[in-house]
């Protein structure tokens, strides 16, 4: 194992050197002037100016040198400090959003890391439980039900459940609003009684003791919850069912049966905990998916996450903050698929002994 | 065994040699011109009553696309795939309403079907008075030709580059997929967005930036297929065969290696049209791609995002686009579904 957890961590650099690559390549399609946003607040007024600009910050440099200033930031010559640089954290700006993208990102993150979590624990569970039942129906009406429901999940487009959903309950019903907090919450939020801990609403109005407040972030991400957890439960009854399956036919769970434990015993005792095998790949996987692709959830959902964030970024065109938020999923999608990876050869003997 | 799979172990072909005794299964041009496993799947596509629907959707939408200026015309000066605006008030209009400006001819059908003189709006008019159904109709098309053209580039460019890295191994291979794992990283709908939205000043607002980038994201997994598959075929005795023989390699590789490793790979990419068609529409949703008007079921949902709070009243803006993408992208899952089954290596000789 320990063989392959290093050839594992030996792809990191690997991938670090080449998702930035392919996105300072994205950034070369930028004019010079458009790449300004990258060190400055405001566009350059003259030709003067941008020229200056240029010789600066190094947009005449070779293209190598310029991959280094973007990732080390550039000296400035007046004060002497660092300008720029993704390595230090430094995004550049963001004019759609008229704040640097760093914090736009710090805003955003703790908001999609809340939604993700919660959407996790229905998506993850109940898609296990229906592939169990799938598999231990085989070819019943339960599965075959369970077959047109998945079917179904997966041709149905995130945003247009998003918007059906939010015409019923929403628009129809009034139970449940987008968005990520009534007004009267924001404003307990944003007044000086309340602490921030870390940055979670969910769990931070724990903390500060307001359940109103938590009830209320909670029933503002019910909709986006529904919403993930359909478009994947499809995904995890498939897995589930066709391990399970695969699992039931094996020779242990026959003796099981032949030593006269009952079929209950069989299935969640013998079979359901060595079936979840490739289930838990897939629910880490999936987790770190969540984190990259709730653009669209968020934007129908008007969630103030990332993925909303980027979604306006690429509206108004504005390559930079974009750019920014594709340099951030890539680090924590490297880092979270590694962490999937090596958990993983942690759980499955035939990794781990090998 | 059942009798599908005694069937199947019929030796089949020229069999006099083993006697009378065996009785010979009667094989048809068409699985002589497959060839037994690539004939078992498409028999098997066949056979199932899921794929059947999907069959049956997807033939539907596609004579919708064929006859679209029949079924609604389009309007003077404009081009097919501008949909035409009854005025520019900005609320949305209800089913039923009656078409006053810009209205298309009357096609032969619509008083058969309708019984009215003059057009309606069949299925109300959106934000800015763009006709849904019209958007509908020849959306369809829209959704034909990215779909299409989307996927058929995308399977080229995989086949191309997964053959060439797997025939030829080592440190190439090891190379060119760690170039795969590379622009694996980001989800692909956050990676074409980024890429559309990098494009669409170079080149303007079209159907174009979206489609390069979605194509620039979406070969990976065809590579990915069809590389697993040439690297078990290219250990059969035949490719040995071939090389001590002496045949040059490029030959090796096209005339005997990806003929008998691409089947899997076609039908995954008939899978992947469904995707790309959904990964479309959520982009230009999110407002990346066409300019406003263009007739595309993505965009014509996202007219609905400016009225989340009154879709109460004006629900068909959601429901008419929405279904329509919805039974579009079942009817490709539903034959893909049905695929997956029969490629399913355990389900070998039970088709």
């Known amino acids: 194992m320990t063989t392959y957890i290093i050839r594992r961590l030996l792809l990191v650099p690997v991938l670090l050197v080449g998702v930035t690559i392919l996105i300072f390549g994205m950034m070369q399609m930028l004019s010079p002037v458009e790449r300004t946003a990258l060190y400055l607040k405001d566009f350059p007024k003259n030709d003067k100016q941008i020229e200056g600009l240029i010789k600066r910050y190094g947009f005449d440099k070779p293209v190598y040198v310029q991959y280094w200033n973007w990732l080390m930031g550039v000296k400035n010559p007046v004060s002497g400090q660092r300008e720029g640089g993704i390595l230090h954290g430094d995004f550049g700006y963001s004019r759609s959003s008229s704040m640097p993208v760093g914090e736009l990102i710090s805003r955003r993150f703790p908001n999609t890391l809340d939604l993700t979590l919660w959407a996790m624990v229905p998506m993850i569970s109940v898609g296990i439980w229906l592939g169990v039942q799938a598999a231990v129906h085989q070819n019943g009406w339960i599965d075959q039900s369970l077959r047109v429901f998945s079917i179904v999940g997966t041709s149905f487009p995130t945003f247009v459940f998003g918007l059906l959903v939010l015409m019923v309950f929403y628009a129809k019903l009034q139970w449940l609003p987008p968005g990520r907090l009534s007004s ?42 529904v919403t993930l957890s359909y478009i ?62 709730v653009v669209i959830t968020e934007s129908v959902f008007n969630y103030p996450g990332i993925g909303s964030a980027a979604a306006r970024a690429a509206t108004s065109l504005d390559i930079v903050t974009m750019l920014g938020f594709a340099i951030f999923n890539g680090l924590i999608l490297i880092v979270a698929n590694l962490v999937v990876d090596i958990v993983y050869a942690f759980i499955d003997p035939r990794v781990r002994l090998s | ?73 389009p309007v003077p000066p404009n081009d097919g795939y501008k949909i035409p605006r009854d005025g520019f008030k900005n609320d949305p209009q209800p ?36 006709d849904i159904f019209y958007g509908v109709v020849w959306g369809t098309r829209t959704a034909f030709k990215t779909g299409l053209v989307v996927t058929v580039a995308t399977f080229v460019i995989g086949v191309v580059y997964g053959s060439i890295s797997a025939y030829y191994g080592g440190i190439v291979d090891n190379l060119m997929m760690r170039v795969l794992d590379v622009l694996m990283i980001l989800p692909s709908t956050l990676a074409a967005l980024i890429f559309a939205a990098v494009l669409t000043p170079k080149i303007g607002k079209s159907v174009l930036p979206v489609m390069i980038a979605l194509i620039a994201f979406g070969w990976m997994g065809y590579a990915r297929i069809i590389r697993g598959d040439i690297l078990s075929i290219k250990e059969r005795d035949y490719i040995m065969a071939a090389k001590v023989s002496g045949v040059k390699n490029g030959r090796i590789l096209f005339k005997h290696i990806i003929p008998n490793a691409i ?46 709070s009154s879709l109460g009243t004006y629900w068909y803006i959601v429901v008419f686009p929405g279904l329509t993408l919805v039974f579009y992208v079942l009817g490709w899952n539903l034959i893909g579904d049905a695929m997956r089954d029969v490629l399913d290596p355990r389900m070998r000789g039970k088709a």
Not at chain 2, 57 to 64: E, K, M, R, S, Y
Not at chain 2, 277 to 283: E, I, K, R
């Open chain 1, 232 to 293: 994947n439960w499809a995904g995890f009854l498939r897995v589930t069912r066709s391990s399970m399956l695969e699992t039931l036919r094996q020779d242990y769970v026959t003796t099981a049966r032949a030593k006269g434990l009952s079929e209950r015993d069989v299935i969640f005792g013998h079979a359901r905990p060595n079936a979840l095998l490739p289930v838990i790949t897939m629910a880490g996987f999936s987790i770190v998916g969540l984190l990259g692709g």
């Open chain 2, 1 to 73: 065994m059942t009798h599908a799979e005694q069937n199947e172990n019929i030796p089949s072909g020229d069999n006099r040699l083993l006697g009378e005794d065996v009785k010979m299964r009667e094989i048809g041009k068409l699985e002589r011109f497959l060839g037994p496993d690539n004939y078992r799947i498409l028999k098997g596509l066949v056979k199932t009553p899921a794929s059947r629907i999907g069959f049956v959707l997807v033939t539907f939408f596609a004579l919708i696309a064929i006859f679209a200026p029949l079924i609604i015309a």
């Open chain 2, 263 to 308: 089947f899997p790979t076609l039908v995954l990419a008939s899978m992947g049209i469904g995707d790309v068609v959904l990964s479309f529409a959520a982009l230009s949703f999110l407002g990346i791609g066409t300019e406003t008007g263009y007739a595309d079921w993505g965009q014509l949902l996202s007219f609905a995002r400016n009225w989340i």
């Open chain 2, 95 to 130: 089913p039923g309403k009656i078409w006053k400006k810009n209205t298309p001819e009357i096609p032969f059908w619509y008083k058969k079907i309708t019984g009215k003189d003059q057009w309606v709006h069949l299925m109300g008019t959106s934000e800015g008075q763009y």
């Open chain 1, 184 to 225: 009267w919450a924001q404003g307990v939020v944003d007044s000086t009684q309340w602490r921030t801990y870390i940055n979670i609403l969910t769990i931070d109005s724990l903390l500060n003791r307001r359940f109103d407040i938590f009830w209320d972030a909670l029933k503002h991400m019910i909709l986006p919850i």
